[in-house]
Nanobody, 114 residues
Framework: QVQLVESGGGSVQPGGSLRLSCAAS????????MGWYRQPPGKQRELVAG???????NYADSVKGRFTISRDNSKKTMYLQMDSLKPEDTAVYYC????????WGQGTQVTVSS
């Protein structure tokens, strides 16, 4: 069983930055394929960024050049640095991990508004 706990959400003005963290349990963290998803109000959940155990990354076109996903295997933690935030980035952000099963965090709200 893998538990994921997100932190770092909040409210920010357009152009601002936030850093999300996802702390994971389990002894095989370096083997987890991980990622961030988000669900805007009234819309479906969508992939924001993913990262393999070895650090290979991929991003949604809408966040390329603004968001950076990373992980620290020694701390069993994944991060999402979000810069140049836009109102359309407003959503609940979920941490995801794939190992023997798929695992989800509880979500953290990000609101971008002036």
């Amino acid at each position: 069983q893998v538990q994921l706990v997100e932190s770092g959400g909040g409210s920010v003005q357009p152009g601002g930055s936030l850093r999300l963290s996802c702390a994971a349990s389990g002894s095989s963290f370096s083997m987890y394929v991980m990622g961030w998803y988000r669900q805007p109000p009234g819309k479906q959940r969508e992939l924001v960024a993913g990262i393999s155990g070895g650090g290979t990354t991929n991003y949604a076109d809408s966040v390329k050049g603004r968001f950076t996903i990373s992980r620290d295997n020694s701390k069993k933690t994944m991060y999402l640095q979000m810069d140049s935030l836009k109102p359309e980035d407003t959503a609940v952000y979920y941490c995801f991990a794939a190992y023997t099963h798929d695992y989800w965090g509880q979500g953290t709200q990000v609101t971008v508004s002036s």
